[in-house]
């Protein structure tokens, strides 16, 4: 890589020296300058957690190579509110109205709101949306970013006093009270450090080599070509494992590095820690892994059926996780019934993508504490499954919570936390680890995708006299929280409706996709998309209206669920009620509307941004606006 | 991973045109960066080592456009978002705004230049198609024993297929010259996973011009991106309408023919769906934008009954 020199003023101080190898503007600001605040949401261009202004103008500060900024005169977050001064009214607002979640997106948002509000003091609301459409954030669904640019240019612009950006007086009680959260402070100035902008003296970097395979054996690895190279320290594969290799939520089924096998395509095979990351990736070419490839299993209804491939020994059945919940007489309840309404129901995978990709920093102390510090969403359950896998005691192991930069269930897997430790022990030197955009894709867990069959009978009152649902879901080629999320998708399976009679089976099985995990709702939302859309089906062959068919099932006080608990409140029936007339519900039976609803895109429904507003011209009808996913 | 040994900046076109005729294998001319440093990622080339790199934004006969007879020379570092915030490209080029709006972001927009979008030579790039209805050329530059030599290629020629132009390894371009329109309405249409997802999908361009009381389509330029290997003009479609009364039911007819051209390895059902529907608002939207009032939804299903 480069010596070059590079000359270029940084948040109005001169600075002068070699790259150091540095090949991108990102990564001379967060590794040569320390400025940390400017963060690596993708490194593709597409989130904007890197933005920086460059003479002036707002970029993309991993697009851009180091040296196109030569000359340049470079702010970054750090540089809006410096040393003893004032946070900005962008910066202000944004504390003021909540913007900041993780915070791992704002200082880009900071920085794109600032420059929208530069180039254009008086911008509205859908230039605003516009300026800032190279920004995202998975936390706040924007509103509250939106809100506090909106605040921030009338303070500026003198419409609002600078008050309305200090926090608001509560009385005694903070409920129903406007209350800023304390940690907004240090994310809208950029100085928050995630595990990713941690550096300790003397620190390794971690690369790991994946599989290119769904299913294969592995037959040999040899690592001596990758170890000669100079700058590695370490390299490691699941034999430098002292202990009980295996974590997992409940069943402790998956390696630290794949272990005779791999599952899944992008598995962790071996890592490398080196003196930079550049060496690192290196180093990983050279490792020679060969395999024998299996066949592999993709369905989790074929991975059921007899003779299917089985991915893990101790089951040959593939199953994970059988959840039957049995409540009344099913048969007796379908022969009730005046209507026998059946279904499939299927979603899919998703990715969490928090925005703070998965990042890591490992040491062993002066103690010979083996010492974790990442983003982990479940670190005391971590702790004592690591103690058993590199075989220390517990009191020798010890996990710290870096800030988590977005996490949504997709953080609660030790998927490198063990690689890391262990390289630390290895060398005794601090080991860090930031998984890129690419690599946090197709190495951390997704939701569960599934399959869900509903059978349900009803009277032609809309009464429910009996449900079947059986729910087949990919658990993907490891444990991790299968069993879990099984058994809420049983419980939640129904819904808030009583049902005398109901049989719900779901099962978690393995595959050789990518692993399924934690992610929001916990395998409730496909059974409710289910329930709901099964409900909205029936109410339509019934004739009836959705609400109504829903208000004749619901739960009250003094219902048993069918996992048997008696429910002393029940708010379902307040819940409908707001919900239909805050969306101005039109009544009826869904067929019995003519084409257009009025009940729809009311004032209150929010309307996707639109794009020219910088240029709109009269005339342009709301109809005709263009639509951004 | 991107990486490279060394970088270069020259800041005129001789120096530019000798670091590109020295150029070692795997050396690479760099402009806004923005589809190179991406694209040197995993998923896509992987790890991407340059032995050298020779950057050509500050080139300084690069900067800036000129207007002359009726054309404009719009030079090589010439960026997206000039065309969007500069008044006298908005004037002139009337679909270019409407391209560059769907243009990735407004940070990206301040690097990408047209000329790397063209090189770049996606089947569905969008600068490529309103270009064409701009009648677009690509000027090349070269070393010829020392000489500066220069050769100007239609737009349609340069383009030979996806990632592929008539492009030499030790050419540059050094401008794109294409009609300035002022009083044309413009418009542009695109589909794509996300605004911010390098590739569209579908994308279409339109440039219209009415006669002085809007009734009669004095001149239509229509092109599409995205239906086949290459961009291209619908001339059949710009004939049918050039000379003849503005009504919704000639644009109605006008946008079912295209779809037949549809020929991407990929999903042709949905482009051929999309096509008509975007042929048509394309030229609804660029008669808006030259001043006629644009119809409701109900109007356009009667033209279509
Ligand atoms: C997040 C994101 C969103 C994007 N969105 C879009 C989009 O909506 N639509 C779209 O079409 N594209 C999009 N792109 C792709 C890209 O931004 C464009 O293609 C851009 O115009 C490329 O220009 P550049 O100057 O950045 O090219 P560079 O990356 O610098 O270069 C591209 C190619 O052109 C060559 N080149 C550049 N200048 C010259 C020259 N003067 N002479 C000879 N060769 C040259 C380079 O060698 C290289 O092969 C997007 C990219 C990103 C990262
Ligand atoms: S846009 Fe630069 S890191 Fe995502
Ligand atoms: S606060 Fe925006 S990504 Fe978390």
């Not at chain 1, 007339?581 to 009025?598: D, H, I, K, M």
Request: some cysteine; hydrophobic content about 40%; aromatic content about 6%.
């Amino acid at each position: 890589m480069p010596d070059q020199k590079i000359t270029l003023t940084v948040n109005g101080r001169k600075v002068s020296r070699p790259l150091n190898g540095a090949p991108r503007l990102l990564d001379f600001l967060r590794d040569e300058l320390n400025l940390t605040g400017t963060k690596e949401g993708c490194g593709a261009g597409e989130c904007g957690t890197c933005s920086v202004f460059v003479d002036g103008k707002l970029v993309k500060s991993c697009l851009m190579p180091t040296l196109k900024a030569d000359g340049a005169e470079i702010q970054t977050i750090e540089g809006l509110s410096p040393v003893g001064s004032d946070l900005t009214p962008v910066q202000k607002a944004f504390h003021k109205t909540g913007a900041s979640q993780c915070g791992y997106c704002i200082p880009g948002m900071v920085m794109a709101a600032t420059s929208a509000l530069r180039e254009n003091p008086d911008a509205d609301i859908e230039e605003i949306k516009e300026r800032l459409g190279g920004n995202i954030c998975r936390c706040t669904g924007y509103t509250k970013i939106f809100e506090a640019v909106e605040i921030a240019r009338d303070v500026i612009a003198g419409r609002l006093p600078p008050v309305t950006l200090e926090a608001d007086e509560t009385s005694d009680s903070f409920i129903g009270a406007n209350v800023r959260r304390i940690d907004a402070p240090s994310k809208v100035a950029g100085k928050l450090k995630y595990a990713g902008d941690m550096v300790m003296p003397d620190m390794l970097h971690m690369q790991v080599l994946r599989s290119p395979h769904a299913h294969a054996k592995i037959l040999s690895i040899d690592t001596s070509q990758a170890e000669a190279l100079e700058g590695v320290e370490c390299v490691i594969t699941s034999a430098d494992v002292p202990g009980k290799d295996g974590f997992g939520v409940f069943v402790h089924d998956q390696p630290i590095m794949a272990r005779e096998k791999v599952r899944y395509v992008g598995e962790a095979v071996a890592a490398v820690a080196a003196e930079t990351a550049q060496i690192a990736r290196r180093a990983l070419a050279l490792i020679k892994v060969e395999y024998e490839e299996l066949p592999g299993i993709f369905d989790a209804e074929e991975a059921m059926q007899p003779g299917a491939p089985v991915v893990h020994d101790y089951a040959p059945d593939n199953l994970v996780k059988h959840i039957p919940v049995r409540k009344g007489d099913v048969d007796a309840g379908f022969a009730e019934a005046d209507l026998i309404v059946e279904n499939t129901y299927s979603t899919q995978q998703v990715e969490h993508a928090y925005l703070e990709p998965e990042a890591g920093l490992a040491y062993v102390d002066h103690d010979g504490v083996v010492t974790v510090v990442s983003p982990s969403q479940n670190i005391t359950h971590h702790r004592h499954m690591l103690s058993e896998i590199i075989a220390k005691p517990i009191n020798k192991v010890r996990f710290i919570m870096s800030a988590v930069g977005g996490g949504f269930g997709g953080k609660e897997d030790m998927i490198y936390q063990g690689m890391l430790a262990l390289a630390a022990m290895k060398t005794e030197r601090p080991v860090r680890l930031v998984f890129t955009r690419e690599e946090s894709i197709i190495a951390s867990a997704k939701r569960h995708p599934a399959r869900i069959t509903y059978k349900m009978g009803l009277k032609n009152d809309g009464r429910i006299t009996a449900a079947s649902l059986h729910m087949i879901s990919d658990g993907g080629a490891y444990g991790m929280s299968t069993e879990g999320v099984m058994r809420k998708a049983a419980i939640l399976s129904l819904g808030p409706y009583d049902i005398a009679n109901s049989q719900v089976d779901t099962y978690g099985v393995y595959t050789n996709n990518t692993p399924s995990g934690a992610f929001r709702t916990f395998g409730g939302m496909q059974v409710q998309f289910a329930t709901e859309s099964h409900l909205d089906i029936c109410a339509e062959k019934l004739g009836l209206d959705p609400f109504e068919i829903r208000r004749r099932n619901m739960m009250r006080a003094g219902s048993t669920t069918h996992t048997q608990q008696k429910l002393e409140t029940c708010s379902i029936e307040e819940v409908l009620r707001v919900a239909e007339e805050f969306c101005r519900w039109e009544r009826g039976a869904p067929t019995s509307r003519g084409a257009e609803r009025r009940d729809l895109n009311g004032p209150d429904v929010r309307q996707s941004c639109t794009l020219g507003a910088r240029f709109r011209m009269p005339g342009d009808e709301a109809d005709e606006k263009q639509e951004v996913a | 991973m991107f990486t490279y040994d060394s970088y270069h900046m020259p800041l005129t076109l001789r120096d530019a045109l000798e670091a590109v005729a020295k150029l070692p294998s795997g050396g690479r001319v760099i402009a806004g960066g923005t589809d190179i440093v991406p694209w040197a990622r995993e998923g896509r080339a992987g790890d991407v080592h340059f032995p050298v790199l020779v950057d050509v934004s500050r080139v300084d006969e690069f900067q800036g456009y000129d207007l002359q007879g009726g054309r404009v020379r719009l030079n090589a570092n010439v960026v997206y978002q000039d065309f969007l915030d500069d008044a006298v490209l908005r004037a002139n080029l009337p679909c270019m705004p409407h391209c560059a709006i769907w243009f990735a972001d407004d940070q990206i927009r301040q690097q990408a230049t047209l000329a790397g979008n063209l090189v770049n030579a996606s089947p569905a790039a969008d600068g490529t198609p309103p270009m064409l209805t701009l009648n677009a050329e690509v000027e090349l530059v070269r070393l010829d024993s020392g000489e500066i030599a220069r050769r100007t290629v239609p737009l349609t020629d340069f383009v030979l297929g996806p990632g592929k132009t008539v492009l030499a390894e030790d050419e540059l371009i050094s401008a794109v010259i294409c009609d300035a329109l002022p009083g044309y309405g413009g418009s542009f249409q695109k589909v794509g996973q996300r605004r911010s997802l390098v590739i569209s999908r579908v994308c279409a361009a339109a440039l219209v011009k009415t006669s002085a009381d809007g009734r009669v389509f004095e001149d239509v330029r229509l092109a599409l991106g995205g239906v086949g290997p290459v961009p291209a003009r619908l001339t059949d479609i710009e004939d049918m309408l050039r000379g003849q009364p503005v009504s919704a039911g000639l644009i109605a007819e006008a946008s079912v023919k295209p779809a037949e051209r549809v020929a991407s390895r990929s999903r042709v059902e949905y482009r051929r769906h999309v096509v008509q529907g975007f042929v048509q608002a394309a030229i609804e939207d660029a008669l808006a934008a030259a001043g006629a009032p644009r119809p409701g939804q109900k109007d356009r299903e009667k033209a279509h009954a």
